[in-house]
């Protein structure tokens, strides 16, 4: 079985993706800090799969202690790098903790890599490195634009770093993932997202309005210029990129990539809108969704939506899951996690 490093093993996609990867025959191993997650996830992905993995609690950013992993696992296939802070309005106010965290912990992994004869890397970055996109569907050659926050700043960092250590190092292989916008939870409603930060994204406000753990969702916007005025996202389903991940490293050991760095984009390819979210939601689990109209929020652009022609393919990935699924898993996730009290 092949070994595979999962950063962010603990976090909401790492803990996802270690579930695929056990799937698949892989074996994970995590480092977490617990910065933005607790052990909880992988009790989930034990009580999903049967299988117990090995979380060190290491800061990333700790060079040495990082070390320690590589010298108890000299058989490393591949790493699956996930750990980063990732809250975009907290990057605003705290913009050194962003770089230092995001850029430090990549560094380490870089050069645990050369040290230890590490050969696959997948990065984990973001349509945000996209900022005010010129066309849509973006595809992965659609020019970046300046970053709309430092988180999404260091992911432009990331990537550049990653393009111009590869053009250095030939004999390692990295993949840049620009996911759009990742939401949902294992049908078994065992994992899900529970952040230790309160929830700022779309699908876990919409779930939490609902079960009444916060008060109602307000729109942000309805006077974009979109089919109905709300602003359009590309929402992929957490399985459905956790399985990419898995897709990515195959493309890796079996040598099927034609440059040692290459990008793609994971998303289903369409654009929802805010409100035909909260339709999706309101339809699939027949609650009724306090919300209301409010200013727009500063920085969101009006519409992104992916074009996954490359990752389809090239990976041989396709999502299967599409809104409906998206909040039904969800929605089974949050009363799960509610009784759980996770
Ligand atoms: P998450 O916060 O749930 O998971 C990240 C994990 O990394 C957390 O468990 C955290 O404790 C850990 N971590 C952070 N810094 C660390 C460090 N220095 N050392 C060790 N562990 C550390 O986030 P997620 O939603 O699972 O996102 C995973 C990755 O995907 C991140 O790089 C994020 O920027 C990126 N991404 C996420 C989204 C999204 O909407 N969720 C979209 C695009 C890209
Ligand atoms: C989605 C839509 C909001 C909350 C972020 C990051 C991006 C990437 C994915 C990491 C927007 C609207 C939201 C609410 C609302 N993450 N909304 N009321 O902003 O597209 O992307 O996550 O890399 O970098 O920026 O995701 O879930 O915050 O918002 O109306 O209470 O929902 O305006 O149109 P976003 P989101």
Request: hydrophobic share 40%.
């Amino acid at each position: 079985m092949k070994k595979v490093l999962v950063t962010g093993g603990c976090g909401y996609i790492g803990s996802h993706t270690i579930v695929d990867l056990l799937d698949n025959g892989y074996a994970p191993i995590s480092v977490d800090n617990f910065v933005n997650s607790s052990s909880s996830s992988l009790d989930g992905v034990e009580a999903i799969t049967g299988k117990k993995v090995q979380n060190y609690a290491i800061d990333l950013c700790d060079l040495e202690a990082s070390k320690q992993i590589f010298e108890d696992h000299p058989d490393i296939s591949g790493i699956i790098h996930f750990a980063a802070l990732k809250h975009v309005g907290e990057s605003v106010f705290q913009p050194l903790r962003y770089f230092q965290n995001n850029l430090n912990s990549l560094f380490n992994i870089l050069a645990c890599m050369k040290a230890y004869g590490v050969k696959n890397l997948i990065f984990s970055s973001s349509c945000s490195v996209y900022g005010n996109a010129n066309e849509l569907p973006v595809t992965e050659a659609t020019p970046r634009q300046e970053a709309e926050s430092p988180y999404a700043r260091t992911k432009q960092m990331g990537e550049d770093i990653l393009q111009d250590f590869s053009r250095n190092n030939k004999d390692i292989n990295s993949i840049l993932l620009r996911y759009f916008n990742p939401a949902g939870a294992h049908e078994s409603a065992k994992l899900g997202e529970a952040p230790s930060n309160p929830a700022t994204n779309l699908v876990p406000v919409i779930t939490e309005a609902a079960i009444g753990k916060r008060g109602a969702l307000t729109v942000f916007g309805d006077d974009y210029s979109t089919r109905d005025g709300s602003c359009v996202r590309d929402y992929i389903h957490v399985m459905d990129i956790a399985n990419a991940h898995t897709k990515a490293l195959e493309y890796l050991i079996n040598n099927n990539n034609e440059t040692n760095c290459e990008i793609f984009n994971l998303g289903i390819g369409e654009g929802v809108s805010v409100l035909e979210a909260i339709q999706a939601f309101e339809k699939v689990t027949g609650e009724k969704l306090p919300f209301t109209i409010g200013a727009r929020r500063e920085g969101d652009v009006e519409a992104i939506y992916a074009n996954l022609a490359k990752a389809t393919e090239k990976l041989q990935w396709t999502p299967s899951r599409n809104i409906d699924d998206i909040m039904r898993t969800a929605w089974a996730w949050e009363k799960a996690r509610t009784e759980l009290n996770v």
